[in-house]
């Protein structure tokens, strides 16, 4: 299973990675194992605001489809639009080209909310 | 011999489970005088004498094969050709239930995919579903389309008055609680530019109906433009005959094209089952109801057809579904897919040109008669508004009564201000000779009532 040391995990498996102050949120790559091949990811528009632990977007695979909540609460800066003609990259590349959102993250206390990288690789293996 | 499973002992465990001693006690809330009322039933007939008096009662029908019928107003007697019936008959079709394992019955998810392909070139739109209950619910669908792709943030619902009025009520039904604001309608004589005058950033969707109710057919050139500028979906409500000979919705602009498809394949049924058409854009099939059947290649690359996005509906995502509606009218559309193939396109347009004719020879007539004035002043066509000398009721007991024909649609009943007008249809089915005997019936109706 793939990590990202330098971002924060949800028990959801959602990641989000500060850069710049701005929030980049995806779905990690133990969720896309879990999901099998993704064929749809529908996001929020850009300007929408949600809280911590709301729903802002659904990933549907041929197995499930899965909602995805929000690691911490802000507004909707930029969605990754690629998604929409190549799902398949929630796959490939869950860490990376498979961003979801970039948000303006409200309150950065809530990013203590979440675990890290080692955290969360053992709440992973606690599942298995 | 009883067809119950449960054994004394399952009985006795469920009624534990659930703490009641008896199966009546289940029934403590009913007042005990209505709990076993006794029924009053006649004796027993036997089959013979059952079937000499349902046959007794069946000949008290006035069905159009026998009575000449100039009712429309949303049900339309055509002719179906006998291979429809051939065809729909078929076990394979005619007493399948609906495939919970779909890709088995190739069959049936191609004979769906034939009817959605039509559907699709008729309406001139990218994806059509298997079909909804009838023309009204999938009138619903189509709103609740257009709020979810609004993705619940815009309020608004704007109704054509000229939508069918029996449409516009189960719009209303559909959507109760939901806290739209539908608008429109309230004002009967609304027309367009009244409807355009009501868009707002809160709107959802416009819905026409064209031909509208009043047989009309509406200038839609442009209308799409004003009701995307403000961001919202324009839906056409539109009758599957009439594209044989206008424009598709498409065409124009629609996002959403629904219509009644009883007219192509299947008979009035005394209103039901009918057929619900369902058409939209690719780019919003995602908030579409219904199912939808996709073709696509075998691990052979053989064609082969499948159940395409009913996870939405059935499975995984049923909490968040677009619809709670799971079925569709599938041995109905495959009625009008047969009707189709069958006309061809030339077979359809002809059709749609004998209609218009017809309706046009007989509103002619109609409106030369003293008493009579055909009202339509936008094209018409195969229904059209008459202003009747009487009430329509009595004008329709007088032809029945006197002449055996059946009379048109009573539009005071839904339009206050249309009291004594009356909602002509005429069809392929209707010969010249009686269209001259209903212009001679309301002749004399007109004489003989204004007499009374």
New interface residues.
Partial sequence: MKIDPKAKYSEEHEWIRVEDGEGIVGITDYAQDQLSDVV?V?LP?VGDTFEQGDIFA?V?SV???S?VYMPVGGEILEINEELEDSPELVNQDPFGAAWLVRIAIADATELDDLMDAEAYQAFVESLE | MSYIPHTDADKAEMLAAIGVERIEDLFHDVPADYRFPKLELPEPLSEMEIMAELQALSEENLDVGHFPSFLGAGAYHHYIPRIVDQVISRSEFYTAYTPYQPEISQGTLQSIFEYQSMICALTGMEVANASHYDGATSTAEAVIMALNVA?GRRKRVILSPAVHPEYRAVVRTYTQGMGLEIVGDEDPTADLDDLLALLDKNTACLIVQNPNFFGEIEDLRGVADRVHAVGAMLVVVADPVSLGLLKPPGEYGADIVVGEGQALGNGLNFGGPYLGIFACRQKHV?KSAGRLVGQTVDAEGKRGFVLTLS?REQH??RE?ATSNICTNEALCALATAVHLAALGKRGLRTLAELCYHKAHYAAGRIDALEGYQVVNKKPFFKEFVVRCPAPVREINDFLLGEWGIIGGYDLGRDYAHLENHMLLCVTEVIPRREIDALVDALAEAATVLRAE
């Fill in positions: 749809y529908e528009e659904t549907e197995k499930a489809a909602d | 993705r995602r996870t995984i995502r968040r």
